[in-house]
């Protein structure tokens, strides 16, 4: 068995309320245990939690020079939590980390000089949980060595001569692991692991460096879910390129490309040419029956340049096609004529003698759906893999197998008349295997409790959410303004000293609950970006307050409009036209709203997944008691903040983009 040590690496690790106070200065000691060259810096801190204790055998590790290559040095703080070391001067980076049962932390703190006399100081923390996972890598025999390397987040592995893995690794982190085993006459076989840890559950990736490696990485088990891969290889997938004009007049409507190794996702070449990509795969009888926990499509690009202009982020829009099509076999770059030999799809139609009912496949619930199933933004120039969510898709397709006829990639760009760069992306048809396009599912394990149910609502237009923007005092522009109808809201944060924001949810509870054992709830946010406040960096922290009176959505667009009897919705004046809250912006009093916090969630700064919150006692509590519930009210932690830190927004129910609406997911029995 061989322990792999945690690595620290680039990307910082915060605590549970831990306090690092740091002073540098020149030293002049002439004892032999401090002696140092001439000029270096002395380094003294003491690590204290947040009650005040001081943190004994906490491990200090010194990067010097702003590089994380390596580390120069590590102390343990003694028994009074204190340490005390010399450096050079310049660039440091101290890390900061401990331990306690059933949690691992760690604060890192980044200073661009150290001089003479400074003293720096850090106190931004978050907690951090530990978690245990492991797998097993199928068909190992005879090995005799094992070694493991570990890049990105830091985590502990131990590895067996049996294929056998297991890791500990930090609520949030991501990491690569690269496995060797080696065999008594000399063999290696080498292994690539994406590891992370979302909502508490270790999830493993089999990742490749080369098209070597993808051909010996075996299907994996992780605890807790399995994962499938599916990269299939030529021929088992279906995608074509089409190009044409949304106005029927260009000169490659009719033609094939159903045999490219590198695809636009979609994008505009000119004022008359416009990308789009068809994607398809059968998924096998296997998984019928199972339980689709979440499914990626993975795209790797292949290179930018398609335009001489650029400066824009490719942002890509997938809908569910709703007729059949064929791939055809035109190829190389000019691709060829649609025909009865090169039967495929083309702008004009899904196949020889067929017309879509409209150029480059109407969204228009005849071609194809008229709303996107999933979107996805790559930087520009970025080459780094572009990923779907494809949750719902997947979902659609294995509850009713008739209905898969794949998705239709576009630009959200290709109307804009601007014709700047986009990508192309390795296809199906890319020579090399490691590099074609992947579906990724996580099933729940196939002996997972039959009883077991899940419920996901999702609402779309229909649900109850209402954005509160205003003062404490009632007399800010904002207050008294309505925002029922919006699309993107925050779940709280201040934007100045006369602008604080609050978020009403509502979500009803289906009667088929009734009498079931609720054994989980939880209540998913999707970001969809951030407000791009000057003061960036802070953790967004937010409490769920249970609200205890009813309250109207209210028909205000953005950014708002005066309540009245036809708006009739929450502000942060009133619950619905004409009627007061207690307290200007929903009083957290045992009137407006509960003063104890039903549920809390923080977001790393800069996550743009979704953010989560334990709803399991709310549900249970609105099950007993139906009339009882009157949603949640959100707020942030720092609505009150100074500094008025950056903060994200989030898809709503009239969110455009079903999977981009908040949800509710409840396991009962």
Not at 177 to 191: D, P, R, Y
């Amino acid at each position: 068995m061989l322990s792999v040590p945690r690595a620290v690496s680039r990307g910082f690790l915060l605590a549970t309320p831990m306090f690092l106070f740091l002073a540098c200065d020149r030293s002049t000691s002439n004892s032999p245990t401090a002696a140092s060259p001439t000029g270096a810096a002395r380094v003294s801190g003491q690590v204290r939690d947040s009650s005040g204790s001081v943190v004994p055998n906490a491990r200090v590790h010194l990067y010097q020079g702003g590089s994380d290559s390596g580390q120069d040095s590590v102390v343990l703080t003694g028994s009074d939590g204190s340490f005390d070391t010399r450096i050079r001067p310049g660039k440091l980076d101290v890390f900061v980390e401990t331990g306690i049962q059933g949690s691992r932390q760690g604060q890192r703190i980044h200073f661009d000089h150290i001089a003479p006399d400074s003293i720096g100081h850090q106190d931004t923390i978050r907690l951090v949980r530990a978690v245990t996972g492991d797998f097993q890598i199928p068909g190992m025999t005879g090995v005799t060595s094992v070694s493991a390397a570990v890049q990105g987040s830091p985590l502990v592995c131990r590895v067996g001569t049996d294929g056998s893995v297991e890791v500990e690794a930090l609520q949030g982190s991501e990491s690569v692991l690269t496995v060797t085993l080696g065999t008594q006459s000399g063999a290696h076989e080498v292994f690539h692991f994406q590891v992370k840890v979302v909502n508490g559950v270790v999830q493993f990736l089999p990742v490749s460096g080369s098209a070597d490696t993808v051909s010996v990485v075996k299907p994996i088990v992780p605890t807790g879910a399995q994962v499938v891969v599916y990269q299939p290889g030529l021929g088992e997938v279906d995608d074509a390129g089409i190009i044409g004009s949304l106005h029927g007049t260009s000169s490659w409507e009719n033609t094939n490309f159903g045999i490219r190794p590198v695809e636009g996702l979609g994008g505009a070449y000119d004022g008359n040419t416009v990308g789009r990509l068809l994607w398809h795969i059968k998924l096998p009888d296997s998984l019928q029956g199972r339980q689709i926990l979440s499914a990626k499509l993975e795209f790797q690009p292949a290179n930018w340049g398609i335009r001489p202009m650029g400066g824009q982020d490719l942002s890509i829009e997938g809908y569910r096609l709703l007729r059949t099509w064929k791939e055809g076999t035109g190829s190389g770059q000019n691709g060829a004529p649609v025909s009865a030999t090169i039967d495929g799809a083309s702008a004009y139609g899904p196949r020889y003698g067929a017309a879509w009912n409209q150029e480059l496949v109407g969204l228009d619930g005849v071609d194809a759906q008229s709303v996107p199933t999933t979107q996805a933004t790559l930087p520009y120039l970025s080459m780094d893999t572009m990923s779907f969510d494809v949750t719902s898709a997947v979902q659609g397709w294995l509850g009713d197998t008739s209905t898969n006829f794949g998705l239709v990639f576009r630009s959200i760009h290709e109307d804009d008349g601007q014709f700047l760069d986009y990508p192309g992306f390795y296809s199906n048809d890319a020579t090399v295997p490691a590099t074609r396009p992947r579906l990724v599912l996580f099933l729940a394990p196939k002996n997972a409790d039959p009883s077991l149910h899940v419920a996901v609502l999702q609402p779309g237009p229909g649900g109850h959410d209402a954005g509160v923007i205003g003062t404490f005092s009632g007399t800010g522009s904002h207050d008294g303004l309505n925002l029922g109808l919006c699309s993107y809201q925050s779940l709280g944060g201040s934007w100045d000293y006369n602008t604080i924001g609050r978020l009403l949810w509502k979500l009803s509870l289906p009667d088929s609950l009734q009498g079931k054992t609720i054994v989980s709830a939880q209540a998913v946010f999707k970001v969809e970006g951030y407000m791009g406040r000057p003061v960036t960096g802070h953790d967004y922290k937010v409490e769920a307050h249970r609200m205890l009176r009813s309250w109207k959505e209210g028909t205000g667009p953005f950014p708002g409009v005066p309540n009245s009897a036809s708006i009739d919705g929450a502000t942060s004046l009133e619950a619905s036209f004409g009627v007061r809250w207690n307290a200007d912006m929903v009083g957290l009093d045992g009137v407006d709203a509960d003063s104890s916090i039903a549920s809390y969630s923080v977001l790393p700064y800069g996550d743009t997944t979704s953010m989560v919150f334990d709803f399991t006692q709310l549900v249970k509590q609105w099950l007993a008691q139906p009339t009882a519930n009157n949603g949640v009210l959100f707020r942030s932690v720092e609505e009150l903040d100074p500094s008025f830190p950056d903060y994200p927004g989030f898809g709503m129910s009239e969110d455009s983009i079903p999977s981009h609406r908040p949800m509710l997911v409840i396991q009962y029995r």
